[in-house]
């Protein structure tokens, strides 16, 4: 059991000999590999950044779903205790893709939450590691002959030369699942410019072609349950009921007195 | 023996756990040959607890390199076809 293969090390082995190889002298060599640290040192630090942003743009978007899935639900009510069955379906179908959504941003937030946090560990090692090599360059610089240098430099990269690959690669991966992340919330985008979760008044009851997408989109059932569901609790409504249906209760009060 | 877990952290196991290392790492190359993703998603979650449970975390200012680096946890079946081949990790 000697030594290492597969890709992962081959490829961290053949990065590090690269950067080794760059200056012939000893003392070039280290100032060069100490240079090349603190680049990667920034460029994990704009990754990290990048990450929050994305991570705020998702947490926006998904503050927006969550105002829509409230204001089609109250819609959804009003067109039902209106009898208009036609529009109150178009706007729980609707409601019902901004909620799929809502769970997708979630799940996203918080996978992002978790690449903040370990890219986060890795620039804080990083960081050690080029701190000890710092240290330890001055060290060789000062005490060793060129010969020697050479052995000690060659230890002290290697050690610092893996934690940057591996950094590197976090960040790759890191990047990789970001952009799969901004193409999804460039769809819910494309959506809401397309006022799928607009106001659905203003629209006309549910005739146009994001109607004919969303019910194809959603399913039926279970629109069906929550129109029943909701029906059961308007034909209730006034009452003095279980807190689940107050709420709805209240909500067409609410609208009752504002017309 | 230190052993890096890519985009983990490193960790310095002694030999015992270097051979069963090794056992794991030819039962994954096996699992992955027959194409069984749940043998191998049980046999590297094996693998990685053993590194992480029993290994002791270097310190972040220690500029050895690892003797073995293992691929990320998050590893896809797709790319541990890869990582996973002939000797696998560790040449036997």
Same mark, same amino acid.
């Given at each position: 059991m000697a030594g290492i293969s597969g890709r992962m090390s081959t490829v961290i082995k053949a990065k590090i000999s690269k950067m080794l190889d760059r200056a012939e002298d000893p003392g070039e060599t280290l100032e060069y590999s100490y240079q090349k640290q603190i680049e990667l040192l920034q460029n994990v630090k704009k990754g990290i950044a990048d990450v929050v942003t994305s991570k705020k743009r998702l947490q926006l978007q998904s503050q927006k779903? +969550?105002?829509?899935? %409230?204001? !089609?639900?109250?819609?959804?009510r009003q067109a039902l205790s209106a009898g208009n069955e036609e529009l109150a379906r178009a706007a729980l179908e609707r409601k019902q893709l901004a909620q799929s959504e809502l769970q997708g941003l979630d799940q996203q937030v918080k996978e992002l939450e978790g690449q903040q946090a370990s890219l986060t560990e890795n620039e804080k090692r990083l960081r050690a590691k080029i701190e000890a090599?710092?240290?330890?360059?001055?060290?060789?610089?000062?005490?060793?002959?060129?010969?020697?240098?050479?052995?000690?430099?060659?230890?002290?990269?290697?050690?610092?030369?893996? +934690?940057?690959?591996? %950094?590197? !690669?976090?960040?790759q991966r890191a990047v990789d699942k970001t952009e799969n992340m901004r193409a999804r919330a460039s769809a819910v985008e494309e959506l809401e410019k397309a006022g799928t979760f607009e106001d659905l008044t203003q629209l006309g009851s549910g005739s146009d072609d994001i109607d004919r997408q969303l019910h194809e989109l959603t399913s039926s059932g279970a629109v069906d349950d929550e129109m029943a569901k909701m029906r059961a609790e308007l034909g209730s409504g006034g009452a003095d009921k279980t807190p689940a249906i107050e709420a709805p209760a209240e909500a067409t009060a609410e609208t009752e007195e504002s017309r | 023996m230190?052993?890096?877990?890519?985009?983990?952290?490193?960790?310095?196991?002694?030999?015992?756990?270097?051979?069963?290392?090794?056992?794991?790492?030819?039962?994954?190359?096996?699992?992955?040959?027959?194409?069984?993703?749940?043998?191998?998603?049980?046999?590297?979650?094996e693998m990685l607890?053993?590194?992480?449970?029993?290994?002791?975390?270097?310190?972040?200012d220690d500029?050895?390199?690892?003797?073995?680096?293992?691929?990320?946890?998050?590893?896809?079946?797709?790319?541990?076809?890869?990582?996973?081949?002939?000797?696998?990790?560790?040449?036997?």
């Open positions: 779903l +969550e105002q829509s899935v %409230v204001k !089609l639900d109250t819609q959804a090599f710092r240290t330890k360059k001055e060290v060789i610089k000062a005490q060793y002959s060129a010969a020697e240098a050479q052995v000690k430099i060659s230890e002290a990269a290697t050690g610092v030369g893996e +934690e940057m690959a591996d %950094v590197g !690669l976090a960040m | 230190i052993v890096r877990i890519s985009t983990e952290d490193q960790f310095e196991l002694s030999d015992d756990h270097a051979e069963r290392l090794n056992e794991l790492d030819n039962a994954i190359v096996d699992a992955v040959a027959a194409g069984n993703e749940d043998t191998f998603k049980k046999l590297f979650d607890s053993l590194v992480r449970d029993d290994g002791t975390v270097l310190a972040d500029l050895r390199d690892s003797e073995v680096i293992l691929p990320p946890p998050d590893l896809s079946f797709a790319e541990a076809g890869e990582e996973f081949q002939g000797d696998g990790l560790i040449p036997d």
